[in-house]
């Protein structure tokens, strides 16, 4: 049995511009990573730094130009890596509602409640990006 996490929100902007927020190191930098590379494209791999300690990668694995983009995990930690994480985008009168998912993990141990409760934190972080244009420095993304 997996288990997965989930998060929708609204973000008052285009889906054009969540997509590449979602999508572009320049933007994932700003809201999440403290420094990505990749290229949206199915099978592009992407490199995920956090520290040195956590140099992740994944792969795209599910593509629709400004529609959604999914991420597997190819070489994370022992918890991350079964995992695939994604972001969906519907437009709407109001900007663009995105649903979030991160799914397949093996188990609900203290990892995946820390990490449900990270994404909740970080995804509030990229709204703010994109709304307010407001960068929180990486050492204050916990």
């Excluded at 949206?40 to 400004?66: A, G, H, I, M, R």
Aim: hydrophobic share 35%; net charge negative; with cysteine.
């Amino acid at each position: 049995m997996s288990h997965s996490i989930y998060h929708n929100l609204l973000i008052k902007t285009s889906p054009e511009v969540v997509f590449d927020a979602v999508s572009q190191p320049r933007h994932l930098d700003n809201w999440w990573t403290l420094k990505s590379s990749g290229t949206p494209q199915v099978d592009e791999t992407y490199n995920l730094n956090f520290t040195d300690e956590y140099d992740w990668y994944c792969k795209v694995s599910q593509l629709e130009l400004n529609t959604s983009i999914h991420f597997k995990m190819t070489q994370s930690d022992s918890d991350w890596n079964p995992t695939t994480f994604g972001f969906d985008l519907e437009e709407r009168e109001e900007g663009t509602y995105l649903r979030f998912s991160h799914i397949n993990w093996e188990d609900t141990n203290e990892h995946f409640k820390v990490a449900s409760f990270c994404w909740a934190m970080l995804l509030n972080g990229l709204k703010n990006y994109l709304e307010k244009d407001l960068v929180v420095p990486f050492e204050e993304r916990s």
